[in-house]
């Protein structure tokens, strides 16, 4: 049986009862132990006592050297003293008398003035000097016996243990007392509890009732009813409260979700409303430039080409928020095919290359030898790689702008875009992906742009399977690393290429060269492997 099937009234007891009988026997050992202490303390007094008697007594036989009367005083040792043996030598080791039955070897003490005691297993030895009125001296060796000090101390260790069952018993009838008194009040209020519980007392009943309802007092059933009552109507309250908090919380985040998906659609059906007609302005602007070659209009090729220009900015725009409310709406859709993965990034490097500004930034790229293909989407991975070749060209004013692709593992390629631009502080890093969100508004002001490119990246990266993370430090760079693996698990995946983490990248560097240089903006200046 545990604890918990014991009742408060039996638990109370045992407890007053453990507690009681603990100081008890601690109480008792402490007052055995100075009886110990003080038994033995008398016992040696007491022996220390006749020996220097018996030696006072033995001084005249030293004095005359009669052995016979030494010996005689040392029997005076027999009878109740509890002495085993005696022994006189003199000064220079003689032993002059002998009384009882001493070891076979008892070696002469050294020469002391006044007794001294000595205690083994079973014997308390004593030493006391024997000094005769003719200057003769010598030593008294006796052997008591602690017999009758054992025995006085078995029967005390008796009475105090009857004493420590006594106080025991007095402990438990003092605690059934103290028990009584402390849970008798709570037993007509728990009977009452558990009767209201399992219905057993009608309450109204009870109110009519003058002074007890099946034994219960009507008063303490009434309180206590009263009190459960409350308590019950506080937590009903307290519950109702909770459920329709909840339930507001829910169609909250229900009609949010519903107004995502709204603006999502909307987004979506402006984008292709707009994108239409901006795509014929960009056709009509390619036809008008190829016509002016014709014509010999040099003096608005300036203005449609900045025409050109915007429009394909604003095409690029929407096709950014066109591909980010579909996916928030979840309609964006993998298609996964073979990619080589060095055409990519070349591709990207040279496509960022007219974004450079003035001839101070380089991009590099490394790519290791043994990376050739990954099985992925396209079109999603070269987004990626030029949103943020696009966002580290338009922060960096001089310096490299490296590209690199290393294997992570067997089954993940890591894509590591690192500028040396402006950087960002820690509080802009917490916001960087955000939709529409920028550094700060000195930054649209200075470098332009919606915010849209990293957080369209996010998604796509993370719609791949893969993970982004960013590293900046203000004034020196920044770094961003796009994990994603080999093998995208959509549709079925080509053989698995071998990489190898040593492997030697091999390097290509682009450079917006002068204009007086008269070079191709779009042309490497470097190349390594």
Same mark, same amino acid.
């Not at 057993?200 to 009507?218: K, N, P, Q």
């Not at 040279?350 to 989407?377: E, K, Q, Y």
């Given at each position: ?126 030493? *006391?000097?024997? /000094?005769? #009125?003719? $200057?003769?001296?010598? !030593?008294? &060796? ?7 000090? =054992? %025995? ?76 459960? *009552?409350?308590? /019950?109507? #506080?937590? $009903?309250?307290?519950? !109702?409260? &909770? ?7 829910? =169609? %909250? ?99 960022? %290359? ?176």
């Amino acid at each position: 049986m545990g604890r918990a099937d014991l009742s408060l009234g039996t638990r109370t007891v045992l407890g007053i009862t453990l507690l009681f009988g603990l100081l008890a026997t601690g109480m008792t050992g402490l007052l055995q132990a100075r009886f110990d202490e003080l038994s033995l303390h008398v016992e040696t007094q007491r022996v220390r006592n006749l020996a220097e008697i018996t030696a006072a007594a033995s001084a005249p036989g030293l004095d005359f050297g009669d052995e016979e009367l030494i010996a005689e005083r040392l029997a005076l040792l027999e009878g109740p003293s509890g002495a085993q043996w005696a022994t006189v030598f003199s000064d220079d080791g003689r032993r002059l008398a002998t009384w009882g039955d001493p070891p076979v070897v008892v070696d002469p003490p050294q020469p002391v003035r006044v007794s001294t005691a000595s205690m083994t297993a079973d014997t308390l030895r004593v030493v *006391a000097p024997v /000094a005769g #009125r003719a $200057g003769s001296r010598g !030593q008294l &060796v006796a052997a008591f016996s602690l017999t009758e000090l =054992e %025995a006085l101390r078995a029967d005390n260790r008796t009475t105090v243990w009857a004493l420590v069952l006594v106080m025991y018993g007095l402990a438990f009838l003092m605690s059934l007392g103290l028990a009584s008194w402390l849970v008798r009040p709570l037993g007509p209020l728990t009977k009452a509890a558990q009767g209201i519980r399992d219905g057993t007392i009608d309450l109204e009943e009870l109110a009519r009732s003058a002074d007890t309802v099946g034994g219960y007092r009507r008063d303490e059933a009434m309180v206590l009813h009263h009190a459960l *009552a409350m308590m /019950a109507d #506080r937590v $009903g309250h307290q519950m !109702q409260a &909770v459920t329709e908090a909840w339930r507001a919380a829910e =169609e %909250a985040g229900e009609a949010a979700v519903e107004e995502s998906r709204a603006k999502s659609r909307f987004l979506a059906n402006m984008s292709h409303e707009l994108r239409t007609p901006l795509n014929a302005i960009v056709g009509y602007a390619d036809m008008l430039d190829d016509d002016l070659d014709d014509m010999e209009r040099d003096e608005v090729r300036g203005d449609l080409r900045r025409i050109r220009q915007a429009s394909r900015h604003l095409l690029s725009l929407i096709s950014n928020i066109l591909d980010l409310s579909k996916v928030e709406a979840g309609r964006m859709e993998l298609f996964c095919e073979p990619i080589d993965v060095r055409a990519v990034v070349e591709e990207a490097v040279a496509a960022v %290359a007219p974004l450079l500004s003035g001839g101070d930034v380089v991009v590099r790229s490394a790519v290791g030898v043994d990376i050739t293909r990954m099985h992925g989407d396209l079109t999603k991975l070269r987004q990626c790689l030029l949103n943020l070749l696009s966002n580290a060209a338009k922060f960096t004013e001089h310096g490299e702008i490296w590209v690199r692709v290393r294997p992570i593992g067997d089954d993940q390629l890591r894509f590591e875009v690192q500028d040396t631009g402006v950087g960002m502080k820690t509080e802009q890093l917490q916001r960087v992906f955000e939709e529409f969100g920028q550094a700060d508004a000195s930054t649209t002001r200075r470098y332009g742009g919606t915010g849209l490119g990293l957080s369209l990246t996010r998604h796509l990266v993370h719609l791949m399977g893969g993970t982004i993370e960013v590293h900046s430090r203000f004034g020196e760079g920044s770094v961003f690393l796009i994990t994603v693996p080999l093998e995208l698990d959509v549709g079925a995946s080509p053989q698995r290429p071998a990489l190898s983490e040593g492997s030697s990248p091999r390097l290509i560097a682009w450079q917006n060269a002068p204009a007086s240089a008269g070079s191709d903006p779009t042309s490497p200046h470097a190349a390594a492997s």
